[in-house]
Every structure is written in C-alpha cells, then in structure tokens.
C-alpha cells in the first residue's frame, strides 16, 4: 500500500482544470445515449444498454484497459491486466443505467470518476511519482436500478449470489420479455449467471463513488462524505379488495370502495414515518377495474419502507399495516399485506472507511461520515468483499429526477478522494 503522505499527494497535485474537461467531454458523449426531454432512459439489455457498453469499451481502450464482461452482465476495464483467476484487484465505479426519466448522475458519476482515477495514477507512474502494483478495475455493474425486470442491483446480486439464477431467468418486464430472453436477444447467455466466486476474489476491494442522494453533505458544508452504512429497507404489498359498482348509483353508505382505506393508509404512512424519523412511500398502485364511473373494487399497493434499524423498520410496517386493516373494516374492505423484499442493515468496511478518513485529514479535508437511505450495489456486495463509497455533495439533494446536479468543485474534490484512495490501495508497499 501506498504510504498515506504519498497517496494524499496525488489528489492534491490533479490538474483541476485538465480534469475537468476531460469529465465534461466524456459527460457530452454520454448524452447522446438514452437522454429524452423528460430525463433519461436507459434500461437493461436494450439498443441503449448496448450503446452504453460501447461508449464503456471505447473509453477503455482509449486507455489501453483491457475489457471483460461477466456472466452476469458486469462489465470491467483493468488497467495493469485483467487479475489472473485467484488474484486480486481494486475496483472502483457504480453503474450507467437509470430509472425511468430518471437523472444523470445517479450511477454515471461514479464511472466518469474511475476513468478521470485512471487517467490521473497512470500520469503520475509515467512521471515516476507512483508505482501500481495491483490491477485497478472500473466497473459497469448490470441492472443497478432494477427498472426493467424489478429487482433492483440485479448484476450485483446475481454475482454474490444474493439472487437465485432460476428466478432471476424468469423476471419479465412490462411486455412480459424475460431476462432469459433479453440476455439471448442481446448476444449474452442466461443459462451461466449466478453467483461469482472467482469474480469477487478479482474484485479484492471496491471504492464506489455516487452523488449523494439526499442534503446531508449540504447542511455539513462537505463536498465529499463516507458513507457509514445504509438503512435497512424494504417493500411490501398491500392489497385492498372491495366491490366494484355503479359510481351513479351506488349510495355511499352501501359501498365498499377499495380506494378508500388505500388511500387512509398512504396519510397513515406518511404520519408514522414522520413520528419514527422513517421513510414510507407508496410509489405505485393499481385500481381495478379502472373506470372513471365504476366504484374500485381492487387496490394494488406496493409501499417502500426504509429506517435507521431493523426494529424500528419493523415497527414502521407494523403501525402501516394496523392503520390499513383498521381503516379496511370501516369501509368494509378486506386488506392483505405481504413482504415482497427486505435487505438489513449494511455496514460499511470499516478499514477502508478508516483509510478514506485519514487520507483526509493527511490532506487538510474535512470528510463527514453520513448514512444513506438508499440501496447500492457496494451494500449488496459487502458482504462478500470489502467495499465502501464516497459521496459527492448534491445542491438540491434531489435524486432519481433530471434536477439531479452536482457543482464542478465539488466533482473535482470527490475526484480528490477516490484519488488517494485508489493510490493507497493499489499502489506499492
């Protein structure tokens, strides 16, 4: 490992300006993929997924990386070699698909990053101020976002095996293609995903970078934090089943409108996840039949519940599914809740957040450490190597939106970070 003082140097000592526009000329050239008047668009195993592996492919080359897509759909550039079977590299990067109409920042941020990493470790061995001695991977990891087929981390949890292959194979998307299918239409073979050993032993550690998805690093005054752990968090359907009738003729006192105790629960949702300091959003329901002059008879719900632990989750969903099955008998409306999903608690590796702390403080840089509520390949991959992330500070701290933004300085400080942190790991003894 590279000494602390030599490593902070190198962060230090980046071209601002250089790097820059180099970030905004990959930026442009990332634009022209997926990105429509609403936001952007770009979903697995479709004309943008393979436009975006070749815009990762030409990136790569342009560097004399050496690139390699996995079983399950990951896609890595090693600087210094692909690490033979049984070695071990560095990785770092995040993701490039996105949500839908999603933003631009969420998951690209963090693969720019890597590159600029590369670019800024391989000018300074040229120079004779560094020496790599272990492979440094950037990495594209499948389906992060879920969007597609509804597991979100797809490429992640098929790796570490979080996900049986079966029923990763059988997932199917809004016009009911499967994976299978979608992975063969797009020259890849379904029949060999799963979990990964040799892969993650490659991997060795990972750094990923991603902008912060919330205002914590704002009301610290940090451009960069250390993600501490990530909340744990779930999803659960809430099914309301009624009876359709005349929406004329129907008195009110003799219906049983399913929108009705739904809609009691998503007010009761939002009042328990205030009083717990939670989150609890009921992001996507059907009403059946569906008719502007039929009374509902079915809700489908799907509520996203997340908080600070697994007990206070629980509590969180309990009170949530109370207010539903009591609000459900006054309007006489049967109520089922069902868990879909459920990821604990994640704790970041506390080594490498260590690291990234005192490569900080080597630098004169204040580095918050701050949780985050939301789900990441690095959490899903924690527990089979170590992993963390660096956030970089969002203005807004609006997520999942085209509003997504970061400001130049503060790109260029989480550039900093990954920097010494990527020296300190891969460099020599």
């Not at 393979?50 to 600087?79: C, K, P, Y």
Request: include cysteine.
């Amino acid at each position: 490992m590279t000494d602390l003082p030599a490593a902070a140097s190198l962060g230090a000592a980046l071209d601002a300006d250089s790097a820059l526009a180099a970030f905004h000329r990959m930026w442009a050239d990332l634009d022209r993929i997926g990105v429509h008047p609403t936001g952007t668009r770009r979903y697995s195993w479709t004309a943008e997924d393979a436009a975006l592996r070749a815009w990762f492919t030409a990136q790569a080359s342009a560097r004399g990386m050496e690139v390699h897509t996995d079983a399950n759909g990951n896609i890595r550039a090693w600087w210094g070699g692909r690490p033979a079977d049984g070695d071990a590299g560095v990785v770092t990067g995040s993701h490039l698909d996105s949500v839908a109409d999603g933003g631009k920042w969420d998951g690209p941020l963090g693969v720019l990053l890597g590159f600029l990493a590369v670019d800024v470790l391989a000018a300074a061995e040229a120079r004779g101020e560094f020496t790599r001695r272990r492979s440094l991977g950037v990495v594209d990891y499948m389906d992060e976002e879920g969007t597609r087929f509804g597991v979100a981390c797809l490429g992640s949890k098929l790796m570490s095996g979080a996900l049986d292959p079966d029923k990763a194979r059988g997932l199917t998307d809004a016009d009911g293609v499967s994976l299978a299918e979608a992975m063969s239409a797009a020259g890849a073979d379904p029949d060999r995903i799963g979990r990964d050993d040799v892969e993650i032993i490659r991997s060795g550690v990972q750094v990923e970078v991603h902008i912060e998805q919330g205002r914590q690093l704002v009301g610290l005054e940090a451009p960069v934090g250390v993600t501490s752990a990530i909340w744990p968090h779930g999803r659960w359907e809430f099914v309301f089943s009624g009876l359709a009738d005349h929406a004329g003729t129907a008195r009110l006192v003799d219906r049983k409108d399913a929108a009705l105790p739904f809609a009691s629960t998503v007010l009761a949702a939002r009042a328990v996840a205030e009083e717990l300091d939670a989150r609890a959003t009921f992001g996507r329901f059907h009403v059946e039949p569906g008719g502007p002059n039929v009374v509902p008879a079915r809700v489908v719900a799907l509520l996203d519940a997340r908080a600070a632990t697994d007990g206070v989750l629980t509590e969180l969903v309990d009170r949530i599914t109370s207010a539903a099955q009591e609000a459900g008998a006054v309007h006489g409306v049967d109520v089922t809740v069902s868990r879909i999903s459920h990821a604990p608690v994640v704790e970041f590796d506390e080594e490498l957040r260590e690291l990234h702390g005192k490569l900080a403080a080597e630098s004169g840089e204040y580095l918050p450490e701050v949780p985050t509520q939301a789900g990441h390949d690095s959490g899903i991959l924690a527990p089979v190597m170590p992993t963390s992330m660096l956030f970089v500070r969002s203005p807004h701290g609006i997520s999942h939106s085209p509003l997504e933004d970061a400001a130049d300085a503060d790109v260029i400080a989480g550039l900093r970070a990954l920097v010494r942190s990527l020296a300190a790991l891969a460099g020599e003894d």
